[in-house]
Nanobody
Framework: VQLQASGGGLVQAGGSLRLSCAASVSIFTINGMGWYRQTPGKQRELVATITIGSSTNYADSVKGRFTISRDNAKNTVYLQMNSLEPEDTAVYYC?????????????WGQGTQVTVSS
């Protein structure tokens, strides 16, 4: 599975951005997709996920501001980010996972930089 992320950029606090992650395979063959972010010196953290059944999960810090969605026809997952804060500044990574029994296989896209200025 190859993932192509796009949509990062520079935005002022309070603004919006939409990230896109296109998968090289049908997303119906993937158990779930999501977005993680990382800042220098910190561990990568979960931002939001969406399963094949369209169940969503969000980090507490982004609930009510970010929305994850999927376009099955385009094999693409989106992250709509509203009311951005400087603390949202990070490199955002697209993730997809497959489950084979008890084993989870993770796939990662290249990061896309999101910078929120105050």
């Amino acid at each position: 599975v190859q993932l192509q992320a796009s949509g990062g950029g520079l935005v002022q606090a309070g603004g919006s951005l939409r990230l896109s992650c296109a998968a090289s395979v049908s997303i119906f063959t993937i158990n779930g997709m999501g977005w993680y972010r990382q800042t220098p010196g910190k561990q990568r953290e979960l931002v939001a996920t969406i399963t094949i059944g369209s169940s969503t999960n969000y980090a507490d810090s982004v609930k009510g501001r970010f929305t994850i969605s999927r376009d099955n026809a385009k094999n693409t997952v989106y992250l709509q980010m509203n009311s951005l804060e400087p603390e949202d500044t990070a490199v955002y990574y697209c993730n997809a996972w497959k489950l084979r029994g008890m084993v989870r296989y993770d796939y990662w896209g290249q990061g896309t930089q999101v910078t929120v200025s105050s």
